[in-house]
């Protein structure tokens, strides 16, 4: 190093005049400008689309007012137009979803942090994330030509002798095995949110601090207590934000959904009925859309299917937001 | 109260199973992937033949290939990110490099980033739909194109602003320290040290939109003949699927799993290769 220094010292003809300052610090503040504008961009994208798409449902939300929620019509023929029946089905499948998603996350995440062995994590982690990877279309052709029938041949049958005659909840496992219908949609919505909630699960687990693990370990605890009263609690609120993130992902679903769901506007108690979701109603419907008034209520339909995965994905990375902050990130 | 060698046992039989129910649970998120990919991996090549990739989309019961909807995907992919990953990185190097004097604005920004990342893509073509194909009158690859770069944008800001916030300070200062103004500090010297994960972050963009369907449907449409012309409805794999697997032809079935075959090794390729590419590079760095 000492034998190069010498000589920029030595040259000490030309120092920089403003000439050669200027044009840097010009190019400096333009190109912070630059990239400053465009994150203005990515924030007032979200305000952008609030904004259009409560201009497009507003002839809907004038027409209907707030009944619009509550209706189970959808006649484009009369031009009356209630969202209750797809808000019903993208909140049932959803439900269903969460309710096989969540447990087998925890199995996962449980699995890759504290059982499986070294060697054999990583592969793991990467087969789960390409649940994740799988497009939802490619989903929707596998349900429909190969989980339908599987349902319907196999699953539903059993579920209607078996669940059927039980009281109360009996009337949601009674209905034909048609194979198409709620329960199916949110089987395949389910395996769709596993890789989201597992890797979240799975990171926030690797965030506990190796000393109170062992600590548990050492005063005897089993693997189980460790993960059910160490592990989890420490992780409590991430993890919260990673079952909201995959409830995000499964509001949102469209293509798998519009596959198996049936594209039925009915409301029925039975799961094993066909029924219709928000985001495949839209799908379905949208190019079909002959009146300004029916096009705007397929648009209210998006504006408040965003609204709702809005506040949840905010929950979501609040909760999420609450650990990296713990962790001093 | 409990004899000490129940209490033993039970805590031991709960360990047991919760064991067992973590390592079920493991397998039954695996058997979903095997049996998603080997059903799509059979039919897929049972259907698939050179004439996808040299016909054209035939009508109702005769025969054809893919062409138009595999140029109209391809176009359409790599115009949504020649749109979404230049503003995307700028909008990184923003958060990463130039916004620590505004950190309520930082996080702010960063947030709404991570909600976009997770909107729902019909969302996004209801908003292209509306603020473009309304405008123009018609649906269009253009619009099909802007709504895959929405779709793009929020990953590489991510993935950019991540990056460059790994790149160690000393090479920021010792960069400056030498004279060089900070632009050309970060494009010459930090892009370059961050290039593999902005890399991987526009390829995993690359991957999410190959397969995108839903903010298709109503922004590019769908075309049954050649076209040349990206202001017109534009084919695409994926609408082509939608539209083939829900019809009663057998023949339209058989170039849907082919056509699912064909996005689904895209999607493969491009995804483990951008997760392979990033830790090869993280380990030749750490070497």
Known sequence: MSAVLPVPLATTESPPGPRRVLPARWMDSAFEWLTRFFAFLVFSLLAAILVTLVIGSQPTLEKFGVGFLFSTDWDPVQEKFGALVPIYGTLMTSLIAMLIGVPVSFGIALFLTELSPAWLKRPLGTAIELLAAIPSIIYGMWGLFSFVPFMSDRVLPWINDHLGPLPWIGVLFRGPPLGIGMLTAGIVLGIMVIPFISSVMRDVFRTVPAALKESAYALGSTTWEVVWKVVLPYTRSAVVGGIFLGLGRALGETMAVTFVLGNAHQLSASLLMPGNSIAATIANEFTEADSDIYLSSLIALGFLLFVVTLIVLAIARLMLHNLARREGR | ?287
Do not use: C
């Open chain 2, 1 to 287: 109260m409990q004899s000490p060698r129940g209490l033993i046992f039970r805590r031991r039989a709960s360990n047991l199973i919760s064991k067992l129910m973590g390592t079920a649970a493991t397998l039954f998120g695996l058997s979903w992937l095997a049996w998603i990919l080997v059903v799509t991996l059979i039919n897929g090549a049972r259907a698939l033949s050179p004439r996808i990739f040299t016909q054209i989309t035939p009508p109702p019961g005769s025969d054809g290939g893919l062409a138009n909807a595999l140029v109209g995907s391809t176009l359409m992919s790599v115009m949504g990110v020649l749109i979404g990953a230049p503003l995307g990185i700028a909008a990184g190097t923003y958060l990463a490099e130039f916004a620590e004097r505004r950190p309520v604005w930082r996080e702010t920004i960063r947030f709404v980033n991570d909600i976009l990342l997770s909107a729902p893509s019909i969302v996004l073509g209801l908003f292209v739909y509306t603020i473009y194909v309304r405008q123009v009158g018609h649906f269009s690859g253009i619009a099909g194109a802007l709504s895959l770069a929405l779709i793009v944008l929020p990953v590489v800001v991510r993935t950019t602003d991540e990056t460059l916030r790994l790149v160690p300070n000393m090479m920021r200062e010792a960069a400056l320290s030498l004279g060089i103004p900070r632009w050309k500090v970060t494009v010459q010297v930090l892009y370059r040290a961050a290039l593999p994960g902005i890399l991987t972050g526009v390829l995993l963009g690359l991957a999410r939109i190959s397969g995108e369907t839903a903010p298709l449907l109503f922004t590019a449409l769908n075309n049954q003949f050649w076209s040349n012309n990206l202001n017109g409805p534009t084919a695409s794999v994926p609408v082509v699927i939608f539209q083939f697997a829900m019809s009663p032809y057998d023949a339209w079935h058989s170039l849907a799993w082919a056509g699912a075959f064909v996005v689904t090794m895209v999607v493969l390729v491009l995804s483990v290769g951008a997760r392979a590419f990033l830790l090869k590079n993280r380990m030749d760095a750490n070497a």
